[in-house]
């Protein structure tokens, strides 16, 4: 019987590469809910295509506007929009998998919906673990779900697990395992040889030129100021029960090493492949079986070198202070909201890149909250920290 799946962020990068893999697998799997945010003439061809029995869009307006084309189709598909749909459709009873691609805090709620309905979550939402971190996992033992990471880096950590680690996502004692160290590796984003001089002058379309990578907008400026692997550090503490000493972060320019683990017998343990995300949806799909895309296959002998760093502390200042923001939750939650305004405001070209650094390093000074106790002191921590840096830009356009 085919897999049912509910795609929450249809038209995101993600989403799109989930849905390549559901085509390349069509007699596996089946598109039974579709959920987007205002991009209505995507979600028309993706709901042409896969025939969807619901999808979702962030507002009225855009649902609206689907409903009409989707009627001028001549398709029957129920339409709704807002974040409680989008929690309707992440936990229906007929759902067999939940893919949680939507960016940005926004996919927390409907990601929770999924994870307490029991379903098996592929996690690509970074900020559900960044903000949630361990009440996010306790949600997932208690409902019984099933959560499996999506970003290549976590993905790839989990296929050099142990079986009775990945069984026991989150709880694992790596020691206990003979893990010494999780490696997260991290390209160095498209400004790795820009001189630290002309940072601060580098343009939002500067940022999207990844050199390995095609992603959304905001996740390609994370990329630029290495925040991304910031927060897959913080998510990889949560996600596999690991402390500070037991992750490192390496710069490793190809791309073609994933992510790493350090057994304490000295072998070391690397996930490899080319720099393609529908890899790793195929295995959290398919998991613990595989399954065939048709995707490029790496060719070992044009590879002309594999290399590896430490990264710069002044090039890549939003590393170090996630690294640092990890050792409490709710100094993740100040980070997250907090990078998300900035990098907002650098794609509107309110602030300069290197700006955005110093506006995390500025609010996370000034601002002090007890760890959360639940998801609603969660959202307000989250709340108060994007008031401060919306006050904290402010001053930035005022002063430049």
Known sequence: MKKKLTILGSTGSIGIHTLTVIQQNSEKFAVHALVAGYNTELMTKQCWEFKPKWASMASRRAAQHLKFNLNQMGLAINVLFGIESACKLASLEEIDIVM???????????????????????????????????????????????LLPVDSEHNAIFQCLPKPVQENLGYASLKDHGISKIILTGSGGPFRFVPLSKLESMTPEQA???????????????SASMMNK???????????????????????????????????????????????????????????????????????????????????????????????????????????????????????????????AVIIQEVLDNLYYKEPKNIEEVMFIDNQARKKAFLCIKKFMYER
């Not at 594999?306 to 090039?315: A, E, I, M, T, Y």
């Open 230 to 356: 910031g927060l897959e550090y913080i998510e990889a503490k949560h996600l596999f029960n690991a402390s500070s000493k037991q992750i490192k972060v390496v710069l490793h320019p190809q791309s073609i090493i994933h992510s790493m683990i350090h057994y304490i017998d000295g072998s070391i343990m690397a996930q490899m492949g080319l720099p393609d995300m529908r890899t790793h949806i195929a295995h959290v799909m398919a998991y613990p079986d595989r399954i065939s895309i048709n995707i490029p296959q790496l060719n070992f002998y044009s590879l002309d070198t594999l290399s590896f760093g430490k990264p710069d502390k002044k090039r890549y200042p939003c590393l170090y202070l996630a690294i640092e923001a990890s050792l409490h939750q709710a100094t993740t939650i100040i980070l997250n909201a907090v990078n998300e305004i900035a990098v907002s405001a650098f794609l509107s070209q309110k602030i300069r890149f290197t700006d955005i």
């Open 208 to 222: 999207f030129s990844h050199p390995n990578w095609i992603m959304g907008k905001k996740i390609s400026v994370d």
């Open 100 to 146: 949680s691609a939507i960016a940005g805090t926004v996919g927390l709620a409907p990601t929770l919906s999924a994870i307490k309905a029991g379903k098996r979550v592929l996690l690509a939402n970074k900020e559900s673990l960044v903000i949630c971190g361990r009440l996010l996992m306790d949600a997932v033992r208690m409902h019984n779900a099933h």
